[in-house]
C-alpha cells in the first residue's frame, strides 16, 4: 500500500486535536450526597412533627360537651 506524502505536520495535528477535545473531569459524589442527607433529615422532620402533633378533630368542641 503506498503512502501519500503530505505537506501536514502529523504531530501539530494530532497536538491541536488534543487541545480541543474536551477535558472530562471525575464527577463529584458530595453534592449528591448533601442533597441525599437534607433530604433525609427533613423526611424524619416531617415525620416526627406527624407523630408529636395532637390529632384533628372532625367535629368542633364545643358541640361535644354540649356547650352551645
Do not use: K, N, Q, Y
Request: cysteine-free; charged content about 15%.
Amino acid at each position: 500500500m503506498a503512502t501519500h506524502s503530505s505537506a501536514l505536520d502529523h504531530d501539530a495535528l494530532a497536538r491541536a486535536r488534543e487541545l480541543l477535545t474536551p477535558h472530562r473531569r471525575p464527577e463529584r459524589m458530595w453534592p449528591a450526597i448533601a442533597a441525599a442527607g437534607l433530604l433525609a433529615v427533613s423526611a424524619l422532620a416531617f415525620a416526627t412533627a406527624m407523630i408529636l402533633a395532637p390529632p384533628l378533630t372532625s367535629e368542633h368542641v364545643a358541640t361535644a360537651r354540649g356547650a352551645t
